[in-house]
């Protein structure tokens, strides 16, 4: 058979990964379903569909393990076998994760998983019994050669070209037994065919190690029989040829002529494909085969991707970005014409071209604010690719555990940045896994405790203004404040003043520390001190928030607040010393003018008297000399909320709210985790956009430093004078040259 171009077959495993994981998830659903309901027909049928699609498309691509793994199993599959049929959502199971990891390693190129564990039980699931009839013996393993003769592409190939019109013949040789050269005679066999017409499908294939007694090919020619049979009759080669028709019965059959079928039947030992080739349509399920041809007749032509919607196509997440990217270079540009146009208001007040300036940049800017939600959508996904990998995480780690847990999802349809959806793939798992094994009881223990048996993990998203939350609660226990105290006072990550001074939040807040652990004895899943601080982590990398609610008895809420995107967010810029900073706008819940003298100090931190509360504070800059004409400075507060949490962040003045566009730096720029990145205004003045997680941080270490809070002046000195926003254009536009 021609082999397809390289780039062809390139692009072929390209959507080949593509869809081959989520078939792997929706396997992984199917079995999860037929566990839960034996006897449903549709879902294993569903399955079977799953898994016979998986196959062809892996034998199209060339991947034959995998091909031949799904096509044991779908045998299995096919067979009606109440015996077996409890032990299948186990094995489809464990095959979606072996499938899984075959997929990995295709993809990266690395050694292949050991299969033959699967295999084998596989095998026994086919044959429960030993025993049985002979003649049911020798069906099955004629069935076995004639289902393993041609693969699944030779059968796509096949199939287009009878449903395009082609005249399609079976051709088989018998080798000669006295052939002292069968391989070369195969070959010579080969060239014969292709000066014929095409070779769509030929057996053996080129390099197999089995004896080569006969050979066999589908053949797409013009030419008659007589002269196919006449050119493949090679003397000391060839000792019989039998050429016969495919053909087109009807719109899910090929049909081959009576005598094909009698002569399979007599040569059991060596069945050719013509068996198979009698219901090869119903036997192509490729989601990703290409349609080169157009159709004729009423013969269905293979779908050229995956099943689906017509108007939905794959794009590369790099693309997109690209796009992002260039949408945040245009509002950069938008910021630039709109401090012109002010420069040039100010300076022709009366000129007639201003308002035509005005009309055209608000024009410019109504559209270029909806490229970007346009272009930003395109990268939201629902969160419920996420969500659906949950209900087998559930199952497999409450089974470790001997917990019986009912997992509830909702807001599955809510929309997020995929990037930030990957990114977070991890800190959920581990999530979902410590309440399984850390928040819920045993049955025994609900039972004692006035509980159902059962325990519910309940796992939902929803937006809240331009934030997503997701949240993670169960109906366990609960977390005891007392004794995640007591823990981190033997642990040495408190003393006992500190200790003392701790809010039920901050006490809530030490689970999340490294190396933080409650648990009394070191599982497969706890005791570590590893899992919780990922969480952490990964949310100060997203610019994301994290919040804890629990009531002993009645079960914890890991509340996360992560940003719709990235790339570009609303801010609030002010000045600290000199230099520009910007906070996420969603992020301040007020702000608050005050002087110097109306600050007071409380037990080593400042705090603010803001109506009937007391407000403690976080100084980005250096205070203020003493002295009335200091004490009578103005400054500002900016009242951040961050779940039960409220504090105040003082500045020295306010530069309004801007869309700013995210871009990174680099460590030799930035010496504090304080910055998180920069953006650039339309005058060229870099600023700094301030990491809320490492500000929220640094005031709860503020908290409960003994020695006093050490938080005058955080930024100061931390920030290179080339980001001075005193300094020059050229020098601020220059000082950016790193960002990428």
């Excluded at 077959?9 to 037929?34: C, H, I, P, Y």
């Excluded at 040789?173 to 070779?199: H, K, N, S, T, Y």
């Excluded at 997203?542 to 996360?560: C, D, S, V, W, Y």
């Excluded at 109506?611 to 000399?625: M, T």
Aim: glycine share 8%.
């Amino acid at each position: 058979m021609t082999a397809p171009p390289e780039d062809r077959m390139t692009e072929l495993r390209q959507l080949f990964f593509e869809s081959a994981g989520e078939l792997v998830q929706k396997l992984n659903d199917e079995a999860m379903r037929l566990e839960k309901s034996p006897g449903d027909a549709e879902t294993a049928r569903s399955l079977r569909r799953t898994v016979h699609t998986l196959k062809g498309d892996s034998a199209a691509c060339g991947f034959r393990e995998l091909s031949e793994l799904a096509h044991e199993f779908e045998d299995v599959l096919a067979l009606e076998n109440t015996a077996a049929a409890a032990a299948v959502p186990e094995i489809a199971l464990r095959a979606a994760d072996v499938f899984a990891a075959l997929l990995e390693a295709y993809q990266k190129k690395t050694k292949l998983p050991s299969i033959q564990c699967l295999r084998a039980d596989i095998a026994r699931l086919a044959h429960p019994a030993p025993g049985g009839s002979g003649k049911a013996k020798k069906t099955k393993r004629k069935a076995a050669a004639t289902t393993n003769r041609w693969s699944e592409y030779e059968q796509v190939a096949i199939t287009r070209a009878v449903a395009e019109g082609k005249r399609v013949h079976h051709v088989a040789v018998q080798i000669d037994p006295q052939c002292a050269m069968p391989i070369a005679g195969r070959q010579m066999i080969q060239f014969a065919l292709a000066g014929l017409g095409e070779v769509l499908a030929l057996y053996p294939v080129e390099g197999s190690h089995e004896p080569i007694t006969r050979v066999e090919a589908a053949l797409a020619s013009e030419k008659p029989a007589e002269q196919i049979r006449a050119k493949c009759s090679i003397p000391t080669i060839a000792l019989t040829v039998r050429v016969t028709p495919v053909r087109a019965q009807t719109r899910s059959t090929i049909a081959l002529p009576p005598d094909s079928a009698a002569d399979s039947e007599r040569n059991d030992d060596a069945a050719s494909p013509e068996s198979r080739s009698a219901d090869i349509a119903s036997s192509v399920p490729s989601s990703i085969t290409s349609n080169d041809g157009a159709s004729t007749g009423e013969a269905a032509t293979v779908p050229a991707v995956p099943s689906g919607p017509d108007n939905l196509l794959r794009v590369d997440a790099e693309r997109i970005d690209s796009v992002l990217n260039l949408v945040g270079e245009l509002i950069l540009a938008k910021s630039m014409l709109q401090q012109a146009l002010l420069e040039f208001g100010q300076r022709f007040p009366k000129d007639s071209l201003r308002g035509k300036f005005a009309d055209a940049m608000a024009f410019q800017g109504r559209v270029l604010n909806d490229l970007q939600h346009s272009v930003m959508k395109i990268r939201m996904v629902p969160v419920d690719q996420l969500f659906r990998r949950f209900p087998r995480i559930v199952r497999d780690v409450s089974r470790q555990c001997g917990k019986e847990v009912q997992l509830l999802v909702r807001g599955g349809q809510t929309d997020l940045d995929k990037g930030i959806l990957d990114a977070i793939a991890e800190p959920l798992t581990h999530l979902v896994r410590n309440a399984i094994g850390h928040g819920l009881e045993t049955a025994e223990e609900r039972v004692r405790a006035g509980k159902r048996p059962q325990g519910t993990l309940r796992l939902g998203a929803y937006h809240q203004g331009n934030q997503v939350v997701i949240e993670i609660s169960d109906d366990g226990a609960g977390i005891d404040s007392e004794k995640v105290r007591q823990r981190a006072l033997s642990q040495g990550v408190l003393n006992a003043e500190q200790a003392a001074r701790l809010t039920e939040a901050e006490t809530l807040d030490l689970i999340l520390r490294p190396g933080f652990s409650t648990a009394e004895e070191i599982t497969e899943l706890s005791g570590r001190g590893v899992g919780l601080d990922v969480v952490q982590s990964v949310l100060g990398r997203l610019k994301g928030t994290i919040q804890i609610e629990t009531a002993p008895g009645r079960g914890t809420t890991f509340r996360l607040r992560l940003p719709l995107t990235l790339a570009i967010i609303r801010a609030l810029m002010f000045r600290v010393e000199q230099r520009l900073y910007a906070l996420p706008l969603n992020a301040v819940a007020e702000i608050a003018r005050t002087v110097e003298e109306e600050i007071h100090q409380v037990e080593h931190y400042e705090v603010l008297q803001l109506r009937n509360d007391v407000l403690p504070l976080l100084r980005l800059g250096s205070k203020a000399l003493s002295g009335s004409e200091a004490a009578r400075r103005k400054v500002f507060v900016l009242v951040i909320n961050s779940g039960e949490r409220k504090f105040g962040v003082v500045v020295d003045g306010l530069e309004g709210e801007d869309e700013l566009v995210i871009k990174a730096l680099d460590d030799q720029s930035i010496t504090t985790d304080l910055v998180s990145g920069a953006s650039i205004l339309g005058d060229g003045r870099v600023v700094l956009i301030l990491n809320m997680i490492a500000l929220m941080d640094r005031f709860t270490r503020g908290r409960t430093d003994a020695n006093g809070p050490q938080m005058d002046g955080l930024l100061s000195g931390a920030v290179p004078a080339a980001l001075n926003i005193e300094s020059s254009n050229r020098r601020a536009r220059g000082a950016a040259g790193g960002l990428p």
